[in-house]
């Protein structure tokens, strides 16, 4: 796999070879304010022992506390770790919140793990870095493969060792127990303010024909959002492959039937295809919401969407943005895109001090003109410099971190 920190440093370079920020600029954004490994001991239920490696990058504080969440994944390394952490830093610029940005990881399959285990490993990631994080230091929140119920256990645990209890230190906790109404599908409901908010600035028709690729909490949550706004979303998938139905899959009931079998697979009236076939399938609009690199020089001359909406992180190479640039494919990148997520984190964090609650309705009518503001900003700057909106997103973002520093 293409390594993932050397794709958003080259990402950096694009930007600084159309912008001058000054190469001293350059050269501090290119190095994390500090990257952590962890061996996280646990006792499997069996009796033995077995150590974990685990990841905190912390890459700039600029702009207020870390922030940025925790993935599980037998594939996490600290590369990767490093360039979802970068993507923060900015994407918390994008969204003009006050947050720096960072990124957790373990290395490890969670379904290989019982109930009890995975609670003990994720008590052990807090433990070994409770002295770094805090409510005003570092303040992680879910990603791939963690849940609320993990992220409670994490407050918990964080709460035990310090006696902290405003549970401000960690967001995407669930509802009662300190999370925010609308923080389960706000990155896919942020992703449809910027889609609403640059649609006719990209030239996408009224109704969308859209194709889904991921079937997690961002991409279930989007396929369901843009269905449910009239646009006909006729795949979708998951790591095991895809579905496909020309007229469009009816994606409420596919939640129930994925939610009882597990899988995609065999959902009345459509018909499967590869993951590969979801990202080619000829639409308007392609959503990938699953993992990195996804689309690059090998595929992306293959795409057939008129616009892709980054709502996973990275899943685009540089050298497949130049060939997409070049066919006419608008791509609202990911720092855009998905940063509905990290706001809503933000407002739970903001409530946990404040000892509020907001309504969902508050909650959106929050996101909502903060995403729009953004977009628009984010399409100037890419017209100003002649360049696609991924540089404009960069742009914004390092103008707001220079300016701060
Ligand atoms: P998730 O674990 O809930 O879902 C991931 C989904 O991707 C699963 O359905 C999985 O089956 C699928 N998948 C894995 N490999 C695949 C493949 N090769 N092809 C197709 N599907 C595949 O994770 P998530 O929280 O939805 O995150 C997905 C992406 O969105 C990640 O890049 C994450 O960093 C990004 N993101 C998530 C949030 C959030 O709030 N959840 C916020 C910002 C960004």
């Known amino acids: 796999m293409q390594n993932p920190f050397q794709n958003a440093m080259s990402q950096l370079d694009k930007v600084a070879n159309i912008k001058n920020f000054g190469e001293e600029f350059i050269a501090r954004l290119r190095h994390p304010d500090r990257d952590i490994r962890i061996s996280i001991p646990v006792k499997m239920d069996n009796g033995q022992l077995k ?102 256990w994490m407050a918990d645990e964080f709460e035990k060792i310090t006696g902290d209890k ?62 449910k706004a009239g646009h006909n979303v006729v795949t979708v998938s998951d790591s095991k492959g895809g579905i496909y139905n020309p007229d469009g899959l009816d994606i409420e009931k596919l939640m129930e039937y994925k939610k009882t079998t597990g899988s995609l697979s065999g959902f009345p009236e459509s018909k499967e295809i590869t993951n590969e076939e979801v990202l080619q399938t000829e639409c308007d609009l392609l959503i990938p919401a699953a993992f990195e690199n996804q689309i690059t020089a090998e595929n992306a001359d293959k795409i057939k969407a008129k616009a892709i909406l980054e709502l996973a992180n990275g899943p685009i190479t540089p050298e497949a943005d130049e060939i997409l640039f070049k066919k006419g494919v608008s791509v609202i990148p990911d720092i855009l895109a998905n940063s509905g997520g990290v706001t809503v984190s933000y407002f739970e964090w903001d409530q946990n001090l404040k000892n509020e609650h907001w309504s969902e309705k508050e909650v959106f009518d929050k996101l909502q003109p903060i995403l729009d503001d953004s977009a628009k900003k984010i399409l100037v700057k890419s017209k100003e410099s002649n360049t696609d909106l991924r540089r404009g997103a960069f742009i914004l973002a390092l103008e707001r971190i220079q300016e701060k520093m």
């Open 51 to 152: 150590i974990f490696e685990g990841y905190r990058v912390e890459y700039n504080n600029v702009l207020g506390p870390y922030k940025g969440g925790i993935r599980y994944h037998q594939d996490t390394e600290i590369n990767e770790v490093k360039a979802l952490a970068f993507w923060m830093a900015l994407k918390c610029a994008v969204a003009g919140i006050p947050m720096g940005g960072g990124k957790g990881g373990i290395t490890v399959n969670p379904r290989e793990l019982s109930k009890g285990e995975l609670e003990r490993l994720s008590r052990g990631w807090i433990q070994k870095l409770s002295d770094i994080l805090g409510p005003m230091k570092d303040v992680p929140a879910p990603d791939v493969n963690t849940t609320p119920e993990i992220m409670d």
């Open 166 to 227: 405003t549970r401000a230190v960690i967001t995407g906790k669930p509802l009662g127990k300190g999370g925010s109404e609308g923080r389960g599908t706000a990155t896919a409901q942020g992703g449809f303010f910027v889609f609403e908010s640059l649609k006719k600035d990209i030239n996408l028709p009224e109704k969308c024909k859209v194709a889904v690729q991921g079937f997690g909490n961002a991409g279930s949550y989007a396929a369901l959002i843009w269905k």
